[in-house]
């Protein structure tokens, strides 16, 4: 169902989009806790152990209980709201483009849309459209996750008004380099890794054992994130230490707190105070979170383009009938 299939062309590209939305909904509710994690775990300074007393947070059993404790449970979903409207936002754009340019594919080139190279070329072109559209949510999201207590921006509109006075517009594309940089092999890797391994699935499970199509998608989908997360993380870090530049006096409950100017001058400083394993901090948290997040987003993708393509073949059987 992902991606442009001429057998099976069921889903247009509004539904597309819709159905995105609502996969980027639904999925958010279940993993902010763990993204406010993992951002949490990025932007320290500090060694993530428990033998370096100046670290805030050393595993990811000690940081849900340093969190709840000193935020309380509403913490793990700081920020939900920007980062709804970007999960949202985020999903529509995405499967859309996917959807669109798997099909321009199709139709233009003599290359097959359901290739697995095709949709890691599509997939990483959608991932990059998706991205520009969302950044300023992105950055806001990562701002309100970021700040611990007393709050530096008290709700959206509080913290647009003031990054934009402060700051000017360029802030809320913080970090847009290496996040451009990351998403096209991150999410080239999610659809081509996705449609290989339901290949693979389909080639091992004979055709009377392929009623648990909704856990073969998760399972897939889950794998998928995975690998992709494992290849591209550095990038994600680069872009959440440059998206709070300028933002320096929240965190400083948190430990240390560093100024970059630029990406390199991220990769040098990282590597000089912190080490080649300082680019993979908060790795844990996130490959859980890729697995959850990209699994139940192709299962509820897949989800819900079989509930729109059921009520337009439903529609049309009454039409015939009446």
């Known amino acids: 169902m992902v991606g442009y299939d001429p057998e099976a062309n069921c889903v247009s590209s509004a539904e597309a989009a819709a159905a995105g939305s609502a996969s980027g909904f639904v999925t958010r509710v279940f993993i902010s806790p763990l993204d406010v994690i993992k951002i949490r775990f990025q932007l320290q300074i500090e060694q993530l152990s428990s033998r370096n007393p100046g670290a805030k947070y050393h595993s990811i059993l000690q940081a849900v209980q340093c969190i709840f404790q000193e935020e309380g449970l509403v913490a793990f979903w700081k920020g939900h709201v920007p980062a709804q409207f970007l999960s949202i936002g985020y999903g529509a754009v995405q499967f859309m483009a996917f959807e669109s340019l798997t099909k321009l594919v199709h139709n233009v080139t003599s290359y097959n849309a359901r290739d697995p190279f095709v949709h890691f070329v599509c997939g990483g072109l959608a991932a990059c459209t998706a991205t520009v559209a969302v950044q300023p949510v992105d950055t806001l999201r990562t701002r309100f996750a970021a700040q611990g207590e007393p709050k ?13 006075q402060t700051e000017g517009p360029r802030t809320f594309y913080r970090g847009l380099t290496p996040t451009i940089i990351a998403v096209f092999p991150y999410a080239g890797l999610q659809f081509s890794f996705y449609n290989i391994l339901q290949r693979f699935t389909e080639w091992v499970i004979p055709a009377e054992g392929k009623k648990g199509g909704n856990v073969k998608n998760l399972v897939c989908g889950s794998c998928a994130g995975i690998i992709s997360k494992t290849l591209t993380y550095p990038f994600d870090l680069f872009k959440k230490r440059l998206q709070v530049g300028g933002f320096e006096h929240a965190r400083a409950a948190f430990g240390q707190v560093r100024m970059y100017s630029g990406l390199l001058d991220c990769i040098r400083q990282i590597m000089r105070e912190e ?18 997040s990209t699994g139940l987003t192709f299962f509820w993708y897949e989800l819900f383009c079989s509930l729109l393509c059921a009520l337009k073949n439903t529609d049309s059987t009454t039409r015939k009938e009446g």
Not at 153 to 164: D, E, I, K, P, S
């Open 275 to 292: 080490g080649p394993g300082g680019y993979f901090k908060g790795l844990s948290p996130s490959l859980l979170k890729a697995a959850v």
């Open 152 to 164: 530096v921006y008290r709700n959206l509109r509080h913290a647009v008004v003031t990054m934009y």
